[in-house]
């Protein structure tokens, strides 16, 4: 049998298996909070891109769900269900301002609450009774009522002392900017903005580069520049640009897109002369010592495709084309960076940042925001590629992208 031919049966036999494994209370634990908000918006931006902010369709979408789209949505609908449904359980049947789910880290549970929204804007709270609306609220009275933040005002990313990781930028302003837009309230775009911007302040480093630093201010800070940290800032931006850009508020915020637009290059430009031979980032970007990861590798390429499709930039766009290629390869064995069971590989640990790991939900998550930003910039015209399209192997992106979604259903439990 060929390889090609093992994987596809692989993935027939992960969705059977998926579609058969029950949800329950006990499949959420903190260390997998983070997760099921990037599952929640990769599964947006790969099943049902016109509900997610990084199409060309108006945000917020519509209501009335179209009917060709009822199954793709599902999935992210089931996350928002299941978060609400053990939600006072996780939270110690506490009332008012509190995250979706109990959790050390004051930003992670955000990353769920575009997954709430979504399901509150489309009125699933009408089908199972829970209320989507005011989740989201207690959400965000969290975030600002509750959480510490600096002097200057940047919301923490932990609860338990004033500390700013490069990896809120993706799981809180996306939140505050969808928010905004579902309730028409430019001020919550516009604090959106002023995160990112705070948060920018603080951790890249002029000295190198302008590299984020990954973790600042309080005890246990790291001050390395770790590249799933970096690709996590370019990769929130990205959502937030793609929110106000397709929003009702696009003419008031050109500026803060513009700046948005521009810090996304300032994070590419300084990553990828970092890029390893072998078409991967290193743990640390700009220290070659450390494991080489495909995790990061996939996220920050998903952004290149995302840029040039939102604003038009192309510069790293043939460097993107070169890693995605190198994440996609094949030999007579199989895919050489995803294992037997479909995992990629080589991984950061996601629960132990300075590790190797060996199975990354995390990183099956940046393949699918990787491929889905690739499909769409093919669909798009491929514009600003020094490459030919002649040469792009639609049925291998179909095989990728199959086997890691699989994986990634089948992981989740849901």
Not at 291 to 313: C, H, K
């Amino acid at each position: 049998m060929s390889a090609r031919a093992t994987l596809l049966r692989c993935v027939t036999v992960m969705l059977w298996m998926a579609s058969s494994t029950p949800v329950s209370a006990q499949t959420l634990t903190d260390a997998q909070v983070s997760v099921y908000g990037t599952r929640s918006e990769v599964l947006l931006e790969y099943n049902a891109s016109s509900y997610s902010v990084l199409s060309s369709s108006a945000v917020p979408p519509p209501q009335q769900i179209p009917s060709d789209l009822t199954g793709a949505l599902t999935d992210v609908f089931t996350i928002a269900h299941t978060i609400l449904a053990n939600r006072s359980i996780s939270n110690g049947n506490i009332t008012g301002p509190q995250p979706l789910i109990q959790d050390s880290s004051a930003g992670d549970p955000a990353s769920i609450g575009i997954a709430v929204l979504l399901a509150n804007w489309t009125g699933q709270g009408t089908l199972d009774g829970l209320d989507y609306s005011g989740a989201a609220q207690d959400q965000l009275e969290f975030l600002f009522l509750k959480v510490p933040k600096t002097d200057d005002g940047a919301i923490s990313h932990r609860i338990g002392q004033v500390q700013l990781w490069s990896d809120f930028v993706y799981m809180v302003p996306p939140f505050l900017a969808y928010y905004g837009v579902t309730t028409h309230n430019i001020s919550l775009l516009q604090e959106a903005y002023a995160q990112i911007s705070l948060y920018r302040q603080y951790l890249r480093d002029t000295t190198a580069n302008n590299l984020w630093k990954h973790i600042q201010l309080g005890s246990g800070t790291d001050n390395g520049h770790w590249s799933t940290g970096n690709a996590w800032a370019a990769a929130g931006m990205i959502r937030v640009l793609g929110t106000i850009q397709r929003s009702q508020f696009e003419d008031s915020l050109q500026q803060q897109q513009e700046d948005l637009a521009n810090w996304i290059q300032e994070i590419h430009g300084a990553m990828y002369p970092h890029l390893d031979s072998s078409g991967l980032f290193h743990n640390y970007a700009d220290n070659s010592s450390t494991f080489l990861d495909a995790s990061s590798t996939a996220l920050l390429v998903s952004t290149v495709y995302r840029l040039s499709l939102l604003w038009g930039v192309h510069t790293h766009l043939p460097l993107a084309e070169s890693s995605r290629k190198s994440l996609s390869a094949s030999n007579t064995s199989g895919l050489i960076h995803f294992n037997a069971n479909g995992w990629l590989t080589p991984v950061v640990d996601p629960y132990s940042y300075p590790d190797q790991g060996q199975d990354s939900p995390e990183g099956e998550a940046f393949v699918i925001a990787m491929q889905a930003a690739w499909r769409d910039w093919v669909a798009d015209g491929a514009i600003g590629a020094n490459i030919s399209l002649r040469n792009v192997d639609l049925n291998a992106y179909v095989l990728v992208a199959s086997f890691v979604v699989s994986n990634f259903v089948l992981w989740s439990g849901i």
